[in-house]
């Protein structure tokens, strides 16, 4: 079974801070990872996703997320935040030959940005 | 993107009622929905799989008679709380795979809140 865990619930920091959100995951075999974002009153919204190829994924807004194999790991990264990046981050993934390709979500980590 | 659209948004219901919801996608076509429930402060919990044409997979501890999908074409999945309880009340999402998108990913729809009196 495939499981996901993230390890800040809460974030909260200054604009300009840089922000990384931690996210590991367990399965054995072959993953395609994601982060989501849900900002306020809003639905989940695709932030990066990683399929093969370049452990760095970029995606929108300046999110930039790596794959370390190794480590399991999927963390995200921005190195300024505004205001408007308040919102909830989810991490997600789903192993690559896993019946119907189901996505497991982490808990979640709040970001609240302060201007 | 594609847009998968979920109505109604929000439904308060009596106790022992039955509650629809459904989850459209817009602009493309998608064999399998997923049904996710997000309890305030948690993350989405996997409900069930919603396969069109076919019976939908339920994962372990979700009463398959107390919420019954239905996938009856490619673009309508629908999801019925059957008997509703308090205790169901939660925010149900449902989303869709694109048929002709990359594999895995998935479209999400904005919600449907539940409250159950």
């Known amino acids: 079974a495939q499981s996901v865990s993230q390890h800040n619930h809460h974030v909260i920091l200054s604009e300009a801070a840089s922000l990384e959100l931690g996210c590991n995951y367990s399965y054995g075999g072959t993953v395609n990872l994601f982060w989501y974002v849900q900002y306020p009153g809003q639905h989940l919204q695709l932030l990066l996703k990683?399929?093969?190829?370049?452990?760095l994924v970029k995606g929108i807004k300046g999110f930039e997320a790596e794959f370390i194999k190794s480590k399991f790991s999927f963390n995200l990264r921005k190195p300024s935040v505004q205001w408007s990046d308040t919102a909830e981050y989810f991490c997600?993934?789903?192993?690559?030959?896993?019946?119907?390709?189901?996505?497991?979500f982490g808990g979640g980590t709040r970001v609240l940005v302060k201007p | 993107g594609a847009v998968v659209s979920q109505h109604p948004s929000r439904v308060i219901c009596k106790s022992g009622t039955s509650v629809k919801i459904e989850c459209r996608s817009l602009d493309f076509q998608a064999t399998t929905m997923f049904w996710y429930r997000q309890f305030p402060k948690k993350s989405l919990m996997l409900m069930a799989t919603s396969n069109e044409g076919s019976k939908a997979t339920y994962e372990q501890g979700v009463e398959k008679d107390k919420f019954l999908i239905n996938h009856a074409s490619l673009t309508l999945s629908t999801l019925t709380v059957t008997s509703a309880h308090p205790e169901d009340s939660s925010f149900y999402i449902c989303?869709?795979?694109?048929?002709?998108?990359?594999?895995?990913?998935?479209?999400f729809g904005e919600g449907s809140r539940l409250t159950v009196l």
């Open positions: 997600a993934v789903n192993g690559a030959r896993a019946a119907g390709n189901k996505l497991t």
């Open positions: 989303s869709a795979r694109d048929l002709a998108g990359v594999t895995g990913e998935l479209f």
């Open positions: 990683y399929f093969s190829g370049d452990p």
